[in-house]
């Protein structure tokens, strides 16, 4: 009668020992994708300024056909 209760006392040890190990690989599965945001965020600030860059060249650009725009319109007399 006493190996009984010794048995299911280790069925349920067992069962919770898979459990924490469930557990743990899923903490270090969010560690991970914590860290993979964390290095997103931080390349965030870099990223913002290169789309800046590519703003502000092509205004540049939008600027330049805007002042060939005038010339022709000017050179064909068809300015208001």
Request: no cysteine; charged share 40%; glycine share 4%.
């Amino acid at each position: 009668m006493s190996d009984q209760p010794e048995n299911l006392i280790l069925v349920y040890l067992r069962r919770l020992d898979a459990k924490m190990d469930r557990i743990i690989e899923d903490v270090q599965d969010l560690k991970r994708r914590v860290t993979s945001l964390e290095n997103a965020v931080a390349r965030l600030p870099h990223f913002m300024g290169d789309l800046r860059t590519d703003y502000a060249g092509l205004q540049l650009r939008i600027d330049r056909i805007e002042g060939r725009l005038d010339r022709i319109e000017k050179r064909l007399d068809i300015v208001e």
